[in-house]
């Protein structure tokens, strides 16, 4: 499957969903999930690489530990996780019928202590500080500044490109054919206290030979629309897609930054998509994709809703076909 950047039919752009720790359902959700949404035309699901709870969100998910969950470096913890990626991987590829692809942040920036109870073994190695159930979220500064850091991250980020899927005896870096991009980290820098200018490109830089066959790399949001629009991430070349983050509902204010958007994205001859948005329980879901969904539709512009998980708890910012007033609005929006 050829994916448009843009456009799929009839003038629309297309359209996908999170669903972070899709990998770590059990097989009959995940089969569930991609059919669903290979029925809606949703052509692009995005996950990350972290740790994950027991029943995480409420729903039938399995624990399963990120390759550095206590410790930084080689040897790699040998974590179920690359399995389970490298399963979900093979049932996107058969249920999604050629139809679907894949967006994987390599990591998480909540992972470094947002969440102190399962922070990761950069936490403890940088002296970076915790927080209580991300609440509210700690300050990870030290994780950006530090070169030794960054030398540690590119070597996770090598050894996951690297990584062979049995399935199909190709490398994650070049598995073109079910993979769209890769990010190096969800939402970097979110929340700190000094930014590091130069940290997103130089990282993709550092990695971008690695990345190939068509597969592409995408900046991961930030916290709202103005930091996803940082100047630097449009001007470094080793950068193809600017990825969108925010969850207000101020239809204006969208249509503005979509705008200012494209146009950055023509000047600098990138791409941009809306890869965060959404709200907490059934009818704030409604709401955001009856906004933001259909600004971006108008806007030519893709979209991934935040998030959809089968048998996850209702009242949340996860929904399904039960959250009824949301999968009508997702699937009038799809």
Not at 126 to 137: E, F, G, N, Q, R
Not at 296 to 315: D, F, K, T
Request: charged content about 20%; aromatic content about 12%; some cysteine.
């Amino acid at each position: 499957m050829n994916i448009n950047l843009f456009i799929i039919d009839a003038g629309r752009a297309w359209s996908g969903a999170n669903s972070f720790f899709a990998w770590a359902l059990p097989q009959d959700d995940q089969i569930t999930l991609i059919n669903k949404l290979r029925e809606k035309n949703v052509t692009v699901i995005r996950i990350f690489l972290a740790t994950i709870d027991d029943g995480q969100a409420g729903s039938r998910a399995i624990a399963a530990d990120d390759i550095e969950r206590y410790r930084v470096g080689s040897p790699y913890k040998n974590s179920d996780m690359l399995a389970l990626v490298d399963q979900f991987i093979n049932n996107v590829a058969i249920y999604g019928a050629g139809r679907i692809k894949l967006i994987i942040a390599l990591h998480d920036r909540y992972s470094l202590g947002c969440y102190a109870y399962k922070a990761d073994g950069y936490v403890s190695k940088y002296k970076i500080p915790t927080a209580i159930d991300c609440s509210p979220p700690n300050d990870a500064s030290k994780f950006y500044s530090n070169e030794r850091a960054k030398t540690d991250f590119v070597n996770r980020l090598t050894y996951l490109l690297d990584h062979v899927n049995p399935y199909f005896g190709q490398r994650w870096g070049s598995l073109s054919r079910i993979i769209f991009s890769f990010q190096v980290e969800n939402e970097s820098q979110g929340h700190i206290s000094t930014y590091n200018i130069r940290w997103m490109c130089d990282i993709n830089m550092r990695i971008r030979s690695l990345v190939n066959n068509g597969v592409l790399l995408s900046t991961g949001g930030d916290v709202n629309y103005d930091l996803s629009l940082r100047l630097e991430n449009f001007q470094c070349s080793a950068l193809d897609l600017i990825s969108l983050h925010d969850y207000t509902m101020n239809g204006d204010y969208v249509r503005e930054k979509f705008q200012e958007a494209i146009q950055l994205a023509q000047q600098y001859g990138k791409r941009v998509y809306v890869e965060e948005f959404g709200g907490r329980g059934d009818t704030e879901i409604a709401k955001a994709l009856n906004v933001i969904a259909a600004t971006a539709n108008q806007q030519g512009l893709p979209w991934l809703v935040w998030q959809i998980v089968p048998n996850a708890r209702s009242g949340d910012y996860e929904f399904f076909t039960n959250e009824q007033t949301a999968w009508a609005a997702f699937e009038n929006q799809t």
